[in-house]
């Protein structure tokens, strides 16, 4: 249930746009992170919370006359509150093709089992 397992928070002048769902045992997180270099992006875990904080250079444009700007540069946040459920020290984190995607397992005593009835 996502409201057991997270509650986001988006802080910084931007915004990193995500889906998550569950599957499989786990959780999976994507974030939407066109233009941003791998090795801006810092994923860590402190206090059941998942921070995902990323930086986006602004371009150096000298003598334009801006129309429209909406890509935002800059330090940009997310945090995830993570449930008790969850495996912190299990998570995985991957970049490619501007998606960074987190999987987040749940703990193998948390998952739902069936109890043979006899």
Partial sequence: ??????????????????????????YVVRFDLPGIDPSSIDVSVA???LTVTVERSREHTDGVNWLV?????????RLLRLGPT???????????NGVLTVKIPVRPEAQPRRIEVK
């Fill in 1 to 26: 249930d996502f409201d057991r397992f997270a509650a986001s928070l988006r802080t910084g002048p931007g915004m990193m746009p995500m889906d998550l769902y569950e599957e499989a045992g786990e």
């Fill in 69 to 77: 700007r909406e890509r935002p540069a800059g330090r940009h946040s």
């Fill in 47 to 49: 206090n059941q919370v």
């Fill in 86 to 96: 969850v495996d912190a020290g299990a998570i995985d984190a991957h970049y490619e």
